[in-house]
């Protein structure tokens, strides 16, 4: 689509309007926000449209999007699907060898956990492999706990953060103001670093971690947005 539009404002009720028509979601719903910081900034987005509408220079509009069309309707399965991370957390998991890998990752993993299983009051169990090792079902319920209480705005945002790392842990320690978005971003690619290290960087690898933290930078926007 075209711009076709010359004005964006943002309108009383945190609303998008081009042109004073106001924005609908895919689903034909108002575009609206929660807060007047996440406004601004899906404004911002209308305004930077030069010729042609770009969904993927648009990620703050694509999330609200998904939080009024596809969560608002019912947040407890989305919260649900989103929780099942917590069984399966990168964290869990822990080389055997070489030491050095093995090191990095609990350098850059147990103060994660470590702050999880005090703010939850819950246990882990991490292995050395890759084979699945089941949660205890009171840390399952906890992390699943965690991730209800969230406002449907709050879980678009946390989504890509949680596919992204592979840890829900993570996620929530960032939610939470536990970890920073870099403490958290670092401690996803610890594996994949290593693996650069060892084998050298390849340049598609490099453009596909690059996109991949420009989409976990949006929803860490939008958390700070939320708040």
Excluded: C
């Excluded at 996803?188 to 971690?209: I, Q």
């Amino acid at each position: 689509m075209k711009r076709f539009w010359t004005a964006v404002t943002v309108t009383p009720d945190r609303g998008v309007a081009l042109d004073g028509r106001p924005v609908r979601t895919p689903g034909r719903m108002p575009l609206l926000m929660p807060t007047d910081k996440l406004a601004d900034a899906v404004a911002d987005e209308w305004r930077a449209v030069a010729d042609a509408i770009d969904p993927r220079a648009m990620p703050l509009t694509g999330m609200a999007n998904a939080a009024i069309d596809r969560i608002a309707p019912d947040p407890a399965i989305f919260a649900a699907g989103l929780a099942k991370y917590g069984e399966s957390d990168l964290l869990y998991y822990r080389a055997a060898t070489p030491d050095l890998l093995a090191a990095r990752q609990a350098a850059a993993w147990d103060p994660l956990l470590d702050w999880a299983r005090t703010r939850y009051d819950v246990h882990f169990e991490t292995v050395a492999g890759v084979m699945h090792r089941p949660q205890p079902a009171a840390t399952i319920e906890r992390l699943h706990g965690a991730v209800a209480a969230q406002s449907p705005f709050a879980l678009a945002a946390l989504s890509p953060i949680v596919t992204l790392t592979g840890s829900l842990v993570a996620a929530l320690a960032l939610l939470e103001g536990a970890a920073d978005a870099g403490t958290a971003w670092t401690a996803a690619m610890v594996d994949e670093l290593w693996s650069v290290e060892m084998w050298g960087e390849d340049a598609l690898a490099t453009a596909d971690r690059a996109g991949r933290r420009e989409g976990y930078d949006a929803a860490v926007r939008m958390l700070g947005y939320l708040g």
